[in-house]
Nanobody, 119 residues
Framework: QVQLVESGGGLVQPGGSLTLSCTTS?????????????MSWYRQVPGNQRELVAR???????DYADSVMGRFTISRDNANNTLTLQMNSLKPEDTAVYYC????????WGQGAQVTVSS
């Protein structure tokens, strides 16, 4: 009923920037509009649990993990059902698969986008 598709991952040098996007498709059966969804970015390194990176609520308020505060910016475009994560001053420890996430009756995940920070 809700489909999330990430794009924009890749390889970047330390100190560089990268932008991730997540496009959301919602079926009529879901009976919800994108603007009502709280949206999040998570990331996962092999062998570790998936961790919350940032989230933006339906009212526009945002929340960030301490490790990315001041470097990452999450934003949403309700007109185009798009979630964005602007990542600046990237560090090697930011290397992970990044997932778009929301909850509406059940949990939904995107397929993931690989971000590699390496020289």
């Amino acid at each position: 009923q809700v489909q999330l598709v990430e794009s924009g991952g890749g390889l970047v040098q330390p100190g560089g920037s990268l932008t991730l996007s997540c496009t959301t498709s919602i079926s009529i059966a879901a009976q919800v509009t994108y603007s009502r969804l709280d949206m999040s970015w998570y990331r996962q390194v092999p062998g570790n649990q998936r961790e919350l990176v940032a989230r933006v609520f339906s009212d526009g308020k945002t929340d960030y993990a301490d490790s990315v505060m001041g470097r990452f910016t999450i934003s949403r475009d309700n007109a185009n059902n798009t979630l964005t994560l602007q990542m600046n001053s990237l560090k090697p420890e930011d290397t992970a698969v990044y997932y778009c996430h929301t909850v509406w009756s059940r949990t939904y995940w995107g397929q993931g986008a690989q971000v590699t920070v390496s020289s």
